[in-house]
């Protein structure tokens, strides 16, 4: 596994070039100035400093608005780190206009999907919605409202700073964080980048709110923002709307302070132990680097791919698949200011440390006696310009991925990054090497006096107004048609043929950006005898497949992927083997073609098969502790009926390992040549593709192909469940989890269903608006997340109502109290016809949403063949949704929610936690 570089995981992983309105198609707003256009964005300028870009795509029924403020953690002073992270919590606490709830009420009123980040360089908020003039007014006019009349009260951060430090607890969970946190802080000695975003516990607790609103309302202003509209909406229009949301805004008459810090260069190595209870091993090594505006830093970029990818990385082949680690991670953080690169190795408990660390560091440091290869600097660029490209057709989150550019000096380094990409030679990649990979330039820890000390100067970042002087980019990317997400429309435009060994397919062709298409195929397979005691040979089965198939190995197989700019993602989960993937028009025949060779050739190499045990069995160990993964498992065991070997039966942590330690190679082949076939198999295509063609191909790959072990389902019925409550102690953990389980006899197609489904979403199911988050975030503030779900089926009736939090252990009574109490509440006085309006709105709204994403379209359509249904019982559903009355969920509740039955597991650190004041 590997960090890809920021600038393309937070800045080019989700961005796209899209057409826009040329500036002279229609007449600006008064005073609204036109700036530079690359690739089919533009930038306008208001009179108040605020910059907006716009970018419509009519293909996609969303649209996202996005505003970038450029601050974060790098402009907090002393006794106010953490600010930055406070202020992106406390903008959603309201306005004059806009009181108490009233944003996220709408937000989940409207089925919005939203949020706010905090980083080094920015903070931004997001919403993404159905597309319409009414949603994008209001989101503008509350940007806008809150820009400047955000009320930042005592009251609010009263409770909201608890909420905070919940998060930081939630973080300090993981050794990976806690140990990344401590190498900046020993890396940095003077710039802020050496802090944590999320601040030190102190400030946060003790932050005066005189301080916390003058520095809201020194940065939260129109000259240091940047506005961002994608996806299907009016630009005119919109550029008219925005100027008369943001335009009454003054442009301040105050000076934003440089900032100016800045670390000498390191003169020595330095390292840094972190001492806490685990099973994970971690080595790690941290490396100055240029900012991200620096050519440099694409060619740290690439260097950082050829190093740590998996699996065709320097460091996998020397760590991973020699033994010495269970995994390594790897990533550049470009910011705007000098950031670093970081290199991370895994071990389970019995690898040796220090073994892995000289070989971490041979690598690393040994690039000139083994300097990088033509084939190896190719193989990079085409990943990482693969990565970019695959963004190109995803519209809807443009706006916020586009922030990071920004943060990092302008929003055209998005695509000039690009160029750079395909223009940095092997000699640039081994000078950046032989500059920053070097031992005075490195933090592990330790200090290791030297006579000839070799100091590192990290360049400042270029004047990018000459850098960016002239440049225009490329061409924007063809638009794809207008769809209409709509049940009937997607109905008609789909096709639903069956091959002659019983393959069902479901055809959706149509015009997407990019020309890009999405799949789905689902392999079912046994029965429940055949399939006793298999689940761990099953689910290692499939990880294998994408580690060799047919002429192929691991490295040849991920190279071909990258060449035909496929995704594809395998897992099995109960009997069924899905696999996931998306390509371009063109390549889809090969990228067929391939997965047939990785379904039915698959090579199953030895030393694979003992790197991927290797990797789970680590997985496994570091989850034993996590209260996370231990309080669900905890209430998937409790009253389970089944037998061990069981396809429904939840093995413990201990008995997963003794599995993977038993099971052997030759079963995961001889499983392969049984149970996998595709008589019994589910394929839906969504996107641009000849449909003809994909119908000749997918018979002749798969029409002939049957599994020598019959297909039977598994049943879940509805199992009664005892209730209880479990404590369990999880040492040394910050952070606490809360689960709770209630068994629910019901089908998603029986006429109670829609209305527990809105209860639901009232109860615990809408974001950061529902009756638990209200409770335990909004009121106490005790906990960072709260919720509920509910898991119905189509087939079987063992349906389950679920509800999570997580908290400190100190806070485990009240989060007991408040979520019995408000169980008990739901129960016995309901909801209100407003939270019914709003729950309705939310779950139609959401739906739509996801029906426009091509994707999860196809998983969709895939589960309908697989039910024998069509998106005519989407559309009956929606129609029962909508005719759902106040009195018909109040009496659902009461027939299906019986506080005494709950099952209540908490899990955390609670021998050492003492009880919060309530």
Not at 405 to 429: K, N, P
Not at 530 to 557: D, H, I, P, W
Not at 605 to 616: G, Q
Not at 857 to 872: D, G, H, K, V
Request: hydrophobic fraction near 40%.
């Amino acid at each position: 596994m590997r960090i890809l570089p920021l600038s393309l995981v937070l800045a080019v992983s989700l961005g796209f070039s899209l057409p826009v309105l040329a500036a002279d198609a229609a007449p600006l707003p008064a005073s609204v100035q036109a700036g530079p256009s690359v690739e089919g964005i533009t930038e306008y300028r208001l009179p108040n400093g605020l910059r907006v870009l716009l970018a419509p795509d009519a293909s996609k029924p969303t649209t996202t608005v996005n505003i970038t403020y450029l601050v974060g953690s790098r402009h907090e002073n002393y006794g106010e780190t953490g600010m930055a992270h406070l202020l992106e919590h406390l903008v959603f606490k309201g306005t004059d206009k806009l009181p108490g709830k009233t944003i996220v009420q709408e937000f989940a009123k409207r089925g919005m999907r939203f949020n706010g980040t905090t980083w080094f360089d920015r903070t931004n908020y997001y919403e993404t919605f159905a597309a319409s003039e009414e949603n994008l007014d209001w989101a503008l006019m509350m940007e806008a409202d809150r820009m400047v009349n955000s009320h930042i009260a005592r009251t609010d951060l009263d409770t909201e700073f608890s909420v905070v430090r919940n998060e930081m607890e939630m973080g300090e969970n993981s050794p990976a964080n806690i140990l990344m946190q401590q190498m900046a802080a020993s890396a940095y000695q003077w710039h802020n980048y050496g802090k944590s975003t999320i601040g030190a516990r102190t400030d946060v607790e003790n932050v005066k709110i005189e301080n916390l609103q003058a520095f809201y309302r020194l940065h939260y202003q129109p000259d240091n923002a940047v506005l961002t509209i994608t996806g299907k909406f009016d630009p005119a229009r919109t550029l008219a709307k925005v100027a008369e949301y943001f335009g009454p805004i003054p442009k301040p008459s105050r000076v934003l302070p440089a900032t100016y810090t800045r670390d000498p260069a390191q003169d020595g190595a330095r390292e840094v132990s972190v001492n806490r209870v685990g099973d994970t091993q971690i080595v790690a090594v941290q490396y100055h680097v240029a900012p991200a505006s620096h050519p440099d830093a694409v060619a740290m970029s690439l260097l950082t791919q050829i190093l740590g990818d998996t699996p065709t990385g320097r460091l996998h082949k020397a760590l991973v698949e020699k033994k010495l680690a269970a995994g390594v991670d790897a990533g550049v953080f470009e910011l705007r200011e000098p950031g670093y690169v970081l290199f991370m190795a895994q071990l389970n408990k019995t690898q040796s440390r220090d073994a892995a660390r000289k070989a971490l560091l041979g690598v690393l440091e040994g690039l000139g006696k083994q300097p990088i290869s033509a084939a190896e600097l190719q193989r990079a660029k085409t990943a990482l310009l693969n990565n970019f490209d695959k963004t190109l057709s995803d519209p809807v989150a443009f706006g916020v991925s586009l922030s990071e550019a920004i943060a990092a000096g302008d929003w055209r380094l998005l695509f000039l990054q690009r160029d750079q990409i395909e223009a940095t030679t092997l000699a640039d990649v081994q000078r950046v090497a032989g500059n920053y990979l070097r031992e005075s330039n490195r933090t592990l820890g330790q200090f290791i006096p030297t006579d000839k000390p070799q100091r590192t100067e990290i360049p400042a970042a270029p004047e990018l107004d000459k850098v960016l002087a002239g440049y225009q980019g490329r061409a924007a990317l063809a638009a794809g048609e207008t769809f209409d997400p709509s049940p009937a429309n997607i109905e008609a435009r789909t096709e639903r043929l069956t091959l002659k060994n019983g393959m069902q397919l479901a055809l959706l062709p149509k015009q997407t950006r990019g020309n890009t298409v999405s799949g789905v195929l689902k392999l079912r397979m046994g029965d429940e005898k055949s399939l006793f005691k298999r689940s761990t040979v099953m689910e290692l089965s499939a990880e294998m497949l994408l580690r060799g198939a047919g002429k192929l190995n691991r490295q040849q197989l991920a190279d071909q992927l990258e060449q035909l700019k496929a995704k594809v993602e395998i897992e099995h989960s109960g009997q069924t083997l899905s696999v996931q993937f998306e390509t371009r028009r063109q390549q889809l025949p090969q990228l067929l073609a391939l997965l047939r060779s990785v379904l039915r050739e698959p090579t199953f190499p030895a030393a694979e098969f003992d790197t991927l045990r290797t990797e789970a069995l680590t997985a496994l160990e570091d989850q034993m502790r996590q209260p996370e993964a231990l309080g669900q498992l905890a209430l998937a065991r409790h009253d389970n009926p089944y037998p061990k070997g069981d396809l429904r039966y939840s093995a413990s942590f201990e008995e997963q390992i003794a599995e993977l330690k038993a099971v052997k190679l030759s079963e995961l082949k001889s499983f392969q040549q049984r149970f996998y076939g595709a008589q019994n198999a589910q394929l839906a295509l969504v996107g641009d593709f000849d449909a003809p063609a994909a119908k000749a191909q997918l018979a002749q790959l798969f029409g002939d192909w049957r599994a020598r072990e019959a297909y039977a389902r598994v049943a879940e019925p509805f199992q009664p469940v005892k209730p209880a409550t479990l404590s369990l102690e999880t040492p040394d953990k910050a952070n606490a989890a809360y689960f709770g389980g209630l068994p629910v006899q019901l089908l998603d197609s029986s006429a109670d269903y829609p209305a527990l489904a809105l209860a639901a979403r009232v109860l615990g199911g809408g974001a950061l608006k529902n009756r638990l988050m209200d409770r335990l975030r909004q009121k106490e503030g005790i906990s960072y997340g709260a919720g509920s779900w509910l898991q119905v089926g189509g087939l079987d009736d063992g349906g389950s109502l679920g509800l999570y939090a997580i908290y400190a252990p100190s806070n485990r009574l009240r989060v007991e109290n408040a979520v019995r109490e408000e169980v008990a509440k739901l129960v016995e006085a309901g909801i209100s016809q407003q939270e019914l309006d709003e729950a309705r709105s939310g779950l139609l709204q959401a739906a739509t949403i996801a029906r426009s994403q091509d994707g999860s379209l196809a998983s969709s359509l895939s589960n309908q063949l697989f039910l024998q249904r069509t998106m005519r019982f989407t559309a009956e559903q929606e129609a029962r949704v909508q005719a759902v009355t106040l009195e018909q969920v109040n009496a659902v509740i009461k027939r299906y929610i019986d506080p005494s039955k709950l099952v209540h597991v908490y899990a955390g650190d609670f021998a050492q936690a003492k009880p919060a004041a309530q």
